[in-house]
């Protein structure tokens, strides 16, 4: 890229012509710091003028695009009051009605405007349109260019926000500052990408795209620019990923675990259960991964109830009996102790050394469990981000293993292997990913899947209720609680909320005690209880002492109690699809038949229907995750990557599928091809646009 042209890019947005300082700053609040944030601030749809719709020729019950000048525009008084508009193009008249923020519409719109505005047609004593969208094509007395670049074939249409729109940046002052952006450009925008994967994939330059996605001069041209900034941010993502695995298995050294030794048979021997076909594939797979000579790098994916625990200990077991220790972080103290209490049975008859390191120990116990890892007498350690902290020193760290790892920040995970040499790391998840995601937040990871429950467990059997159909409910959990099973019952908040109006589990709690099942043995279990607190609740419900479980959302992952067979789920509307299916998992986990019941209040949102519908129609983690991907969309899900690794500004994975695998499958390639990879690093150094990968090459180093 020419020098002035690159320099000119980074500058701040404040210095280019006609935005000044004032509204720089409502840009940056945006997140449009520079002139090249700007040129990537894409439209976010298009009008087409070669479908305007003449009013002549509109008819009622029909969706139309009209562009017209405003003729009148006012307040109308009446049941209702109302801001009209009334648009003319010379063949006729259309009025546009808005009911709500009607001092925002006076101040908006003014008599002489140029307005585009789309919707459905209505009639009302004369053609109309109910809260059309619009765009303000231009002002009365504006000049023939402005004119002339707010009217052509096809207009973008920008986001926008109040604040924005205040210093003038409505879709009409971003089409001016983007036309004097590429006006002050002295020369071509230089690729980002080396020539030989343009010619291969038939891609325009960086600059046409550019143009072409502000200013189209055909749909042709738009969808070409729209191809070619979508494949540059799932391309360098993927860059990333093929470049972090490379390092992974090529660069680092790892320890080779030959041994398997005589306590993993022992374990085996003693378990109550058999291991289904598909944990002996996945313990095959680490396995071979463990004798490698770099570094297993391993995301194990098995929903609720799979039993991922017992091949994470039998990894563990291989990295013990090869002379190492191993270490297992948790994202809750409830599931690093239930954890810590499970591994300690199975381990009961061996010379094995578990210790739990969480928050709240007192100084003294701390201190020797400290020294015992630092020593090597502890084996196995388990605990929270306590085990990340700085005075935590291993002896000969051999094997991470993280549990629900998208509850842990990169810098952490990075933290806890640093303090072995190179160790292996095992990812668990919970939470199934679907292979669109897969391919993109966890794409340089190997990935086995357990997508078998163990044998004998029958499957959940789901229901959702309104309200008004708690007393039912509650006479279905005693009579199951009678005949010696145990119920969970769950709430979304610890104490009365004055803005949701939910119960709180505190209160619910003392009333369920006192007036429902008063013949019951209750107990309370939430986040803000001590830790010794919530280890003794547990520990009676797990004996049975406890009949039923009041609680918030601690109990949604890890929590292992066989004998729990009913999960009552309040105001169940307010909870993710992913939580509702990782509370579910809390029960079906023993040969009795298992039940979640939903209750939901009146009335529901579209999207709460359809999770509640979905909890009822499948127990499968994979479909659940499809259909909470296409709820909340990828967003959410890129978030579990973290620090901004995943940052999409016109790409969609969800969508754009096809181009992903495409990108991802040249990027792997690039990696075996020394030229073409020191091309691909170099423009990360040194191109403006894709710089910012720079520093996220060492972060997906870490994993």
Avoid at 372 to 387: P, R, W, Y
Avoid at 545 to 556: G, K, R
Avoid at 615 to 642: C, H, P, W, Y
């Amino acid at each position: 890229m020419n020098e002035t042209t690159n320099k000119f890019l980074s500058t701040s947005v404040q210095y280019l012509k006609g935005i000044g300082e004032k509204r720089a700053q409502a840009l940056q609040n945006a997140g449009v710091v520079t002139i090249g944030d700007l040129l990537q601030y894409y439209p976010r749809r298009y009008l087409d003028r070669s479908h305007i719709v003449r009013i002549g020729k509109l008819r009622p019950e029909q969706t139309a695009t009209v562009v017209g000048r405003i003729i009148t525009q006012g307040v109308k008084k009446g049941r209702r009051s109302r801001f009209v508009v009334l648009l003319s193009d010379d063949s006729g008249f259309l009025s546009c009605v808005w009911f709500a923020q009607v001092p925002y519409w006076q101040k908006l719109f003014k008599v002489g405007q140029t307005l585009a505005v789309s919707g459905k047609i209505g009639y009302f004593g004369g053609l109309q349109i109910v809260h059309p969208e619009f765009d303000l094509i231009s002002d009365s007395g504006e000049d023939h260019e402005d004119e002339f670049l707010h009217t052509g074939k096809i207009i973008p249409l920008y986001p926008s926000s109040e604040a924005l729109s205040r210093v003038g940046f409505d879709s009409r002052g971003f089409r001016r500052a983007i036309r004097n952006l590429f006006r002050n450009l002295d020369s071509p925008i230089e690729d980002s990408l080396p020539d030989a994967i343009l010619q291969q994939q038939q891609l325009i330059s960086l600059d046409e795209a550019f143009r072409n996605i502000h200013f189209p001069s055909d749909f042709e041209k738009l969808q070409q620019a729209k191809t070619r900034l979508k494949f540059d941010e799932l391309f360098f993502l993927e860059f990333l990923l093929a470049y972090r695995k490379h390092n992974l298995s090529q660069q680092q050294k790892g320890i080779q675990f030959e041994k398997v030794g005589d306590r993993l048979k022992t374990l085996v021997d003693q378990l109550p259960f058999e291991l289904t076909e598909a944990q002996k594939k996945v313990i095959r797979e680490i396995r071979s991964d463990m004798k490698k000579s770099h570094p297993m790098y391993r995301l194990l994916q098995g929903d609720v109830g799979s039993g991922k625990t017992i091949v994470a200990l039998v990894a563990i077991l291989i990295a013990l009996e090869n002379g190492y220790q191993a270490a297992l972080m948790a994202p809750t103290e409830i599931l690093a102790e239930q954890h810590y209490f499970t591994f300690r049975s199975w381990l009961e008859h061996m010379e094995i050394n578990v210790k739990l390191l969480i928050g709240g120990q007192r100084k003294v116990e701390r201190e020797n469990i400290l020294a015992s890892i630092e020593n090597g007498e502890c084996h196995i350690v388990i605990g929270t981000h306590a085990l990340v902290q700085e005075h935590v020193n291993f002896h000969r760290l051999g094997l991470v293993v993280i549990d629900e790892q998208h509850r842990f920040g990169v810098a952490q995970r990075q933290i806890l292997t640093e303090k072995g040499e190179n160790p292996d790391v095992l990812i668990m998840t919970a939470t199934p990913i679907p292979r669109t995601l897969s391919l993109t937040v966890y794409g340089d990871l190997d990935v086995s899947i357990i997508d078998e429950l163990p044998e004998g467990r029958l499957p959940v059997r789901t229901s959702w209720r309104y309200e008004n159909k708690r007393k039912e409910i509650y006479e279905f959990v005693r009579s199951k609680v009678a005949a010696g099973q145990q119920a969970y019952i769950v709430f979304p908040l610890v104490e009365e909320s004055e803005k949701l109006d939910l119960k709180a589990a505190t209160e619910s709690y003392e009333m369920m005690s006192q007036d429902i099942f008063p013949d019951f043995k209750l107990a309370l279990l939430h986040g803000r209880m001590k830790s010794d607190e919530k280890d003794n609740v547990m520990a009676a419900f797990k004996r049975g002492d406890i009949q039923i479980l009041v609680s918030t959302t601690v109990i949604e992952v890890g929590v292992d109690v066989p004998q729990a067979t009913i999960m009552v789920v309040e105001h169940a509307e307010r909870f993710g699809l992913t939580q509702l299916h990782q509370l579910r998992g809390r029960v079906g986990r023993g040969s009795e038949q298992s039940y979640c019941i939903l209750i939901a209040r009146h009335p529901l949102t579209e999207d709460a229907i359809t999770r509640l519908n979905t909890m009822i129609s499948t127990n499968d983690g994979f479909k659940i995750a499809e259909v909470d991907l296409q709820l909340r969309g990828t967003g959410e899900f890129f978030g579990t990557r973290q620090h901004g690794i995943a940052e999409f500004k016109i790409a969609d994975p969800l969508h754009d599928t096809a181009l992903l695998e495409k990108a991802r499958k040249i990027a792997f390639e690039i990696i075996d091809k020394p030229h073409e990879l020191h091309q691909v690093i170099e423009r990360i150094q040194h191109n403006s646009f894709v710089q910012n990968y720079k520093d996220k090459i060492e972060i997906m180093r870490i994993g």
